[in-house]
């Protein structure tokens, strides 16, 4: 989707850029309910109700409700980032300062005619070095800040957030109430066993999009012709609120109970589930509540 080159130093780096993403929404057009043809959407003026043509719209920016300031084309062009085929690297910075909230489109960077050896360099140094670099380029008349990194045997790509586009949590009321909340020693340390005990290796394999799913096997069952009977929400209910350290020891209690039941379950073939690298210590037996509980989610 992009040719051009990384430059850092005196060094350029012929490369190609593709979208590390594919993304798998369900999409649907507008039809009219009555007819079943697709909707055609229109731009009309609404005081005269005609049509506009696409090429008499111009841009405006309101600065007061109903009042715009009109932008021509060639304004913006004017102001338009120069074009360029180069990712210009700034500087080298550490994985772990970079917030993923700066994260916006991951891409891969393969290497141009030619390119091959730097392309191999780059990625080795900065393999080595542990870092990160931070860039600007143009795409599609765009100026994006980037962070590119080593990626298995890939460069990486990833389009940045500007600081002023990020809101600071301290700007959220309920966030600062929280400040004043006190809890106990005890309280932590059984929240601390309770993620302990969920502890486990990243594998984004192991998740997936069920909504996704289950609306592709809707589509499915109703282009075959079959019946969906449509089953009334379940009216909600609002429980009390428990008490904290009885709800998070019952939490710890039931992990340990579905942990334990993981465990027979892989002596009888099954794949047991992981044990946590800083598993909190086991009790001798779980407690008959928690195990129904486990029971019942299984």
């Known amino acids: 989707m992009w040719t051009g080159a990384i430059s850092f130093g005196m060094v350029s780096v012929p490369v ?3 979208s590390a993403l594919d993304r798998k929404t ?3 057009h ?3 309910g009555k007819s079943g043809v ?9 005081q005269s109700g005609e049509e506009v043509p696409y090429e008499d719209i111009v841009k405006g920016y309101e600065i007061t409700p109903e009042r715009y300031v009109v932008i021509e084309p060639a304004e913006l062009e004017a102001l338009a980032p120069q074009k360029s085929r180069t990712i210009e690297i700034e500087e080298f910075v550490e994985l772990e300062q970079i917030d993923p909230v700066y994260y916006d489109h991951p891409y891969y960077l393969a290497p141009g005619p030619g390119g091959a050896k730097p392309y191999r360099l780059l990625h080795e140094a900065m393999k080595e070095a542990g870092k990160v670099a931070i860039a600007r380029v143009v795409i599609r008349s765009k ?3 980037v962070a590119i990194r080593p990626m298995g045997e890939a460069l990486g790509m990833a389009t940045m957030i500007f ?3 990020v809101t600071p949590p301290d700007r959220l009321d309920e966030i600062t109430e929280t400040e004043q909340v006190k809890t106990t020693k005890r309280e932590l340390e059984i929240a ?3 993620v302990e005990s969920l502890a486990a290796d990243f594998e984004p394999e192991k998740y997936h999009d069920t909504y996704r799913k ?3 096997d809707l589509i499915e069952r109703k282009a075959e012709g079959k019946e969906i009977a449509v089953q009334p929400a379940p009216e909600e209910v609002a429980a009390p609120a428990p008490d904290l350290m009885s709800a998070l020891k019952a939490s710890l209690d039931q992990v340990r109970a579905r942990e334990g039941a993981g465990r027979d379950d892989g002596k009888a073939g099954g794949a047991p589930r992981k044990p946590a690298r800083k598993a909190a210590p086991k009790k001798a037996a779980a407690k008959p509540r928690a195990k129904k509980a486990a029971t019942s989610r299984r």
């Open 163 to 165: 600081a002023d586009e």
């Open 214 to 216: 289950e609306v592709l």
């Open 143 to 145: 100026e994006s800040l």
């Open 192 to 194: 601390i066993q309770l």
């Open 26 to 28: 369900v999409r649907f």
């Open 38 to 46: 697709r909707i055609a959407q229109k731009r009309v003026d609404p």
């Open 30 to 32: 507008q039809l009219s």
């Open 16 to 18: 190609r850029l593709y």
